[in-house]
């Protein structure tokens, strides 16, 4: 089990960025892979973006790609998710999510499951004003 602890969340106007980070202490995500959810008052949890453990292959959500960038410094133990041209809809707490065991072969339906990740963060909330 590792630990996961966000910051980056706040208060941005419509068409601004804000970049999150997810880092853990003690342990190497290297070979985990790592996503980022984001959940509304109401709403199930919603994938946005996935780092595979490879360090080579990443997915998106349809509603951010071309927005959105996933990265990992595993020199640093840590997850980023620049978000670019922000929404207003893009407003929700954002979660960082990692999968200790996954598989070699992955499948869309397999790594937007929030079931199929072991260790979760707090979460930051991420605001968009119109």
């Known amino acids: 089990q590792v630990q996961l602890v966000e910051s980056g969340g706040g208060l941005v106007q419509a068409g601004g960025s804000l970049r999150l980070s997810c880092s853990t202490s003690?342990?190497?995500?290297?070979?985990?892979?790592m996503a980022w959810f984001r959940q509304t008052p109401g709403k199930e949890r919603e994938f946005v973006a996935l780092?595979?453990?490879?360090?080579?292959?990443?997915y998106y959500a349809d509603s951010v790609k071309g927005r959105f960038t996933i990265s990992r410094d595993n020199a640093k133990n840590t997850v980023y998710l620049q978000m670019n041209s922000l929404r207003p809809e893009d407003t929700a707490v954002y979660y960082c999510?990692?999968?200790?065991?996954?598989?070699?072969?992955?499948?869309?339906?397999?790594?937007?499951?929030?079931?199929?990740?072991?260790?979760w963060g707090q979460g930051t909330q991420v605001t968009v004003s119109a």
């Open positions: 003690g342990r190497t995500l290297r070979t985990y892979d």
């Open positions: 999510a990692a999968d200790s065991t996954p598989p070699i072969y992955t499948a869309r339906s397999y790594f937007t499951n929030p079931n199929q990740y072991n260790d």
């Open positions: 780092h595979r453990f490879d360090d080579v292959n990443t």
